[in-house]
């Protein structure tokens, strides 16, 4: 769950707050933000239901995390 949320908010933080110190940045368009923004709230959601019953993420659930990365990431850029 920290994984997630860290990824997300340390994307957000660093590479926004990086392009804005080499150019502003000009947000045209705030309803393109929704779709990321489902993305990482899916994905927690995710990694919580696979540990919610145990406690713990099994290797089924681990390897179900690592077959969902590429598919979010792949959602990511055509978004």
Avoid: K
Avoid at 49 to 55: D, E, I, P, S
């Amino acid at each position: 769950v920290a994984g997630v949320i860290g990824f997300f908010a340390s994307n957000v933080t660093m590479t926004l707050g990086a392009g804005a110190l080499v150019r502003p940045l000009r947000i045209v368009d705030a309803t393109q933000l929704h779709g990321p923004w489902l993305l990482m709230l899916a994905s927690l959601a995710l990694v919580i239901a696979c540990g919610w019953r145990r406690g713990a993420i099994s290797r089924r659930a681990g390897v179900l995390l690592l077959a969902a990365y590429p598919i979010a990431i792949l959602l990511l850029v055509r978004a």
